[in-house]
């Protein structure tokens, strides 16, 4: 059994490991880590979940200096998404509590400022994605020349995302004595080609071949058509538990409208994808790792690389259109030795796309079954939805709906404009003057006396007959 203190690592490098609870190198971190210490340049096919990052952070941050004043960075870490921009930030943050290295992250999504503020400080290490890297330099808010280290995280998914022309422009703004760590979960033939020329005599890592899928997860698929997804994951969650889950979509607003509907039902959920601003996603990642979030529906962008322990299981609520995704999918539960869970939904139309997948795992996913889903009910209700969910965009129901609601709005004005019905006049109330509800004589002569009372509360009380008298005497001095 190999130790960390075997592969080569410094004293101030293994109080790091130690204080992260690392008892034993995974196998990447135990053929890159010597590799890297050598300096050699390194192309490593490690799926995800395998400890990729501490392979590459813990021996290139034990050999690293530190820049002086304004400059570096002396290490550039590139990455395509921003969860995994933050994740090796927060691991080599770990490692530097030894090492004292200056760790600046820039992704996208966030205001440039302080990130310009935070380079032009200078750094060690800079771990970026592409995208906000290339503007930066273009603003000449960050140099490379300084760069010793470069590793290009996810290299497949930068290519599939179009990131080659970037990736080669930082490559290229790099010093060609740099030494290069190539880490991808997938690599073919048409990634060697394409970062061949990157990378000079590179040792090969290769823990997990193209279509590997992690060992520690189980999965399954399940059998439905397209409109009974929304019963069959309310019936999935309620039979096999809600912990922790993740939920693929293929589109945003199909991981939006999911999240919507499980928010309905009562769960803790949020969605991530793409639409969601850095800071959404991030908070929705927090919470989920805490506990406080139990589901999170997401597009492809969550895919990749995040890290949060303990996904209890993962469902593929739609079949992902590239199979390289399936694997890094279900690459989301099971990791670090922990067991997994994998289900995903596969309606007739996408039996192709589970085919294309099959053949890249070179297996047959068994189905499961659902003992507590009917599927006979749930097609039924969802008829029943279609139906009503049809006749309210029924362009000819709206229109009735529409003429019944002016309708009924016009009643509505017609009876606040009309005055309440009139009554009939009593003998001495003048209609409008006085109140016309004053009833009975006897109830006049009651409020006439109240009145008075008030008045003579208030010291102004005259009473009819003694005051006409008074106003007569006092005619009768003036004449
Ligand atoms: P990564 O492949 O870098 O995304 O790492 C996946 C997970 O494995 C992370 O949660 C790491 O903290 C964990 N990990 C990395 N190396 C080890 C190790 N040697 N022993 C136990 N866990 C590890």
Redesign the pocket.
């Known amino acids: 059994m190999t130790t960390f203190e075997q592969l080569g690592l410094s004293k101030k490098v293994l109080s790091a490991v130690e204080r992260m609870g690392?008892?034993?190198?995974?196998p990447v971190?135990e053929k890159a880590i010597p590799l890297v210490l050598k300096g050699r340049d390194i192309i490593a096919a490690a799926q995800?979940?395998?400890?990729?990052?501490?392979a590459f952070s813990l021996p290139s941050m034990d050999k690293l200096g530190h820049a002086k004043g304004g400059s570096g960075p002396l290490m550039l870490v590139v990455t395509p998404t921003r969860e995994l921009a933050q994740q090796i930030g927060e691991v080599a943050s770990e490692i530097a509590v030894s090492t004292h290295h200056r760790i600046v992250t820039v992704v996208g999504g966030l205001s440039y400022k302080p990130q310009i503020d935070r380079l032009s400080r200078g750094c060690d290490i800079l771990i970026a994605t592409p995208g906000r890297l290339i503007d930066l330099m273009d603003q000449k808010a960050v140099r490379l020349a300084d760069v010793q280290v470069l590793v290009l995280d996810e290299a497949d998914r930068m290519l599939d995302m179009g990131f080659l022309p970037s990736v080669k422009k930082i490559v290229a703004a790099t010093p060609k004595s740099r030494q290069t760590l190539l880490f991808s979960a997938t690599i073919d033939k048409s990634i060697q080609d394409i970062t061949g020329k990157m990378l000079r005599d590179p040792a090969t890592v290769e823990i997990a071949r193209k279509g590997d899928v992690a060992e520690t997860v189980d999965h399954y698929v399940i059998r439905v058509p397209q409109s009974v997804k929304p019963a069959l994951l309310k019936a999935l969650l309620k039979e096999k538990g809600f912990f922790r889950v993740i939920v693929f979509a293929r589109t945003r607003s199909r991981a939006d409208s999911s999240c919507r509907r499980l928010r309905r039902e009562g769960y803790k959920v949020a969605a991530i994808h793409s639409d969601r601003s850095q800071n959404q996603r991030k908070r929705a990642l927090d919470q989920f790792a805490n506990g406080e979030l139990n589901i999170i529906t997401a597009t492809d962008v969550l895919a990749r690389?995040i890290?949060v322990?303990e996904v209890d299981y993962v469902i593929n609520y739609d079949v992902p259109e590239q199979p390289e995704d399936y694997i890094h999918r279900i690459g989301r539960t099971g990791?670090?030795g922990a067991k997994g869970l994998a289900i995903t939904f596969v309606t007739p139309e996408t039996e192709p796309q589970l085919r294309d997948i099959e053949k890249l795992i070179k297996k047959t996913i068994p189905e499961m079954e659902l003992g507590s889903f009917d599927l006979a009910a749930a097609e039924a209700e969802a008829a029943a939805n279609a139906i009503n969910g049809q006749a309210r965009r029924d362009p000819e129901v709206n229109k009735v709906k529409r003429e019944l609601a002016n309708r009924a709005q016009k009643a509505k004005q017609k009876s606040q404009e009309t005055p309440a019905p009139r009554r009939r006049k009593k003998k001495g109330v003048a209609n409008g003057t006085q109140k016309p509800s004053m009833g009975s004589g006897r109830k006049q002569k009651q409020n006439q006396k109240q009145r008075s009372a008030k008045q003579q509360a208030k010291g102004d009380f005259r009473p009819g007959r003694a005051r006409r008298a008074e106003v007569q005497r006092s005619r009768n001095r003036r004449k």
């Open positions: 690392y008892k034993q190198p995974t971190q995800t979940g395998t400890g990729k990052t501490a690389g890290d322990d990791r670090a």
